[in-house]
């Protein structure tokens, strides 16, 4: 197997496969003869500078087609692509390459400052060279047969809570996104589809332009930072049809953007933490498209979903439904995995360690109805444990979002001598509202109103900021810490 030969050349060489907007609004679209050939070509440079099968290359680049590049480049000759986010420090990056010890790194001149020493790299100045077809190129590398358990690609955990761990994905895992990509991402033939999650993130590695091609549809990369007004303009312009954003995406979309029907858009997804039910209600009154809440985590690929023929309002808020064939069981409130249910379930961390058991405990506390669905309840180290109550943490933000005031919020565990524990939030508040003692109150007299009211905060703070992973998780740990 080998996904240059599954998928890449299978598509007409003169078909779109990419839709690029860059940081200043320039637009180029490109197809797969020219991503096939480019891919090619880089192939060959890779090799002529020591990278093997097996070996591991890096990525510090954006939302660009040179991003995509590497990675074809590196599935065609059978390397393993460890793309990293752009916004990654020297830190965490010397953390990744202790553990990877990369052959190669192929970064945006701007970040090579944040490199490691003594890892080689190619720039963009160095790819432009390789694109040019006025200059000797090497002999691009050959197609390799690849197994289904050959090294692909590796993504490190958020480190939520703990040091980040590298996850390493088998080639099956590439063609395994089928699964997902036809029964939550949702897109189609000859659409446009809109992943904007950034690299480096198991999302946009399955996502920004894997799933959309595997539904025959042309990717969208854009290379600039989030503005609510230009999202939506480009989402009109560039006639999207399937939209994936994060959940904080949505919710300033929400609250600072004029929303408004757009003609082509149909499907709206999320993943990456839940989505809170006022919200997707707001985008189905609005835009007359809900959005379609879906679950997974970076070792096991998707899990569950909202199908995209599903619209429940009473569904609003739940993490959907196992996706088909894919094995799930709630023991104790936490949700397990059959890992062998899941054709995108890892093979390994970067440290050796291999999942040896049938069931993956999730960590993740979940509520499982009668007709399937599935309802995020927070991670079993997020609970709240007050008075004999348990709280997610979730439910006490969602109530807190829901008030106008309310920009973002966290909920965590504060120590108190009689309960135990009581529920404390921070919170960001929208740009027209200052803190005050009265607007506290308000606020837990508002969780009450939406929840039950032994999850109300006992104590509210308020800040600029929330501490967040880069993939826009936020970092609870610090904020109990």
């Known amino acids: 197997m080998n996904f240059i030969e599954d998928v890449v050349e299978r598509f007409p060489s003169a078909r779109p496969a990419l839709i690029e907007v860059d ?13 096939f050939a480019r891919s090619a070509g880089l192939s060959g440079a890779l090799a002529s500078r020591g990278v093997e099968r097996g070996d591991i290359v890096i990525t510090l680049i954006g939302s660009r087609v040179e991003w995509v590049l590497t990675m074809l480049a590196c599935w065609r000759m059978g390397a393993v692509a460890l793309p990293c986010n ?122 920004a332009f894997v799933a959309p091609w595997l539904g025959g549809a042309v990717a969208v990369l854009h290379d600039g930072r989030f503005d609510p007004t230009e999202r939506l303009r480009l989402c009109e312009e560039l006639g999207v049809n ?72 009473e569904h609003d808020g739940s993490m959907g439904r196992p996706l088909p064939g ?25 440290d050796g360690e291999r999942f040896e058991g049938e069931w993956w405990s999730t960590g993740d506390r979940v509520r499982e109805e009668d007709d399937g669905y ?11 444990l007050s008075s004999g109550y348990r709280i997610g943490p979730f439910e006490v933000e969602s109530a807190l979002v829901s008030h106008p005031a309310v920009a973002e919020a966290a909920a965590v565990a504060a120590p108190d001598p009689e309960r135990g524990s009581i529920v404390r939030a921070i919170v960001v508040l929208s740009e027209d509202r200052a803190p005050s003692d009265e607007l506290a109150r ?38 109990r810490g």
């Not at 036809?182 to 904007?196: D, L």
């Open 374 to 384: 599935l309802w995020f309840e927070g991670r079993n180290d997020d609970l709240i």
């Open 86 to 207: 752009p916004q990654l420090r020297r830190k965490d990056l010397e953390l990744r390459a202790r553990v990877a010890n990369p052959k190669l790194a192929v970064a945006e001149t701007k970040y090579l400052s944040e490199l490691p020493d003594g890892i080689p790299y190619m720039e963009m100045a160095d790819l432009a060279r390789v694109f040019d077809e006025d200059l000797p190129q090497e002999t691009p590398a050959p197609i390799e047969r690849l197994d289904p358990g050959d090294p692909a690609a590796i993504v490190f955990t958020s480190g939520t809570t703990g040091e980040p761990r590298g996850v390493v994905y088998p080639q099956r895992y590439l063609g395994g996104q089928r699964l997902q990509a036809e029964h939550w991402f949702g897109a189609r033939k000859g659409e446009v589809a809109w992943c904007t999650a950034a690299p480096g993130w198991s999302k946009s590695t399955r996502n």
């Open 442 to 479: 308000e606020l837990q007299e508002h969780v009450k109103a939406q929840t039950a009211p032994y999850k109300y905060p006992r104590i509210v703070e308020f800040a600029a900021d929330l501490p967040k992973t880069t993939s826009g998780k936020i970092k609870r740990a610090e904020l």
């Open 242 to 313: 399937v939209l994936c954003q994060a959940p904080t995406e949505y919710r300033m979309l929400a609250k600072q953007a004029d929303l408004a029907p757009i003609p082509s858009l149909r499907r709206l997804v999320s993943a990456g933490e839940p989505m809170e039910p006022e919200v997707i209600r707001f985008f189905r009154e609005r835009l007359g498209v809900p959005i379609g809440d879906g679950y997974g985590q970076t070792e096991t690929g998707a899990v569950s979903g909202v199908r995209p023929d599903e619209d429940d309002p």
């Open 23 to 35: 940081a200043e609004g320039g637009r180029r679209v490109h197809h797969f003869g020219e991503l």
């Open 326 to 350: 894919i094995e799930t069981r709630v023991v104790d409130g936490e949700l397990q995995l059959r890992a062998a249910s899941s054709p995108t379930f890892f093979d390994h961390y970067l």
